[in-house]
């Protein structure tokens, strides 16, 4: 089984800029991957996503502010976060899937101060 590991959450001030990365133990070549995000008592919900063929979606609040990236020979896939809110604060999270193949990371915490 596929293991997700993110990194590069932190503390940051509102207006500033954070990069989390996800790197998975094995190949993400064929695999969709997204970074969602979940604040205390509310949904999980999908912050963007990139395809293996490098297409890229974001939620309508994040458009313009964030970046989704993948490095294949990494194995990693990357999260600029530009502008920040503090709306932004949440732990994030990376999902890696591929038809029944649904992987996750443990999360990391994003915290912006206003």
């Known amino acids: 089984q596929a293991q997700l590991v993110e990194s590069g959450g932190g503390l940051v001030q509102a207006g500033g800029s954070l990069g989390l990365s996800c790197t998975a133990s094995?190949?993400?070549?064929?695999?969709?991957v997204a970074w969602y995000r979940q604040a205390p008592g509310k949904q999980r919900d999908l912050v963007a996503s990139?395809?293996?063929?490098?297409?890229?979606n974001y939620a309508d609040s994040v458009k313009g502010r964030f970046t989704i990236s993948r490095d294949n020979a990494k194995n990693t896939v990357y999260l600029q976060m530009n502008s920040l809110k503090p709306e932004d604060t949440a732990v994030y999270y990376c999902?890696?899937?591929?038809?029944?193949?649904?992987?996750w990371g443990q999360g990391t915490q994003v915290t912006v101060s206003s």
């Open positions: 999902n890696s899937y591929r038809g029944v193949f649904d992987y």
């Open positions: 094995g190949s993400i070549l064929s695999f969709t």
């Open positions: 990139i395809t293996s063929y490098g297409i890229t």
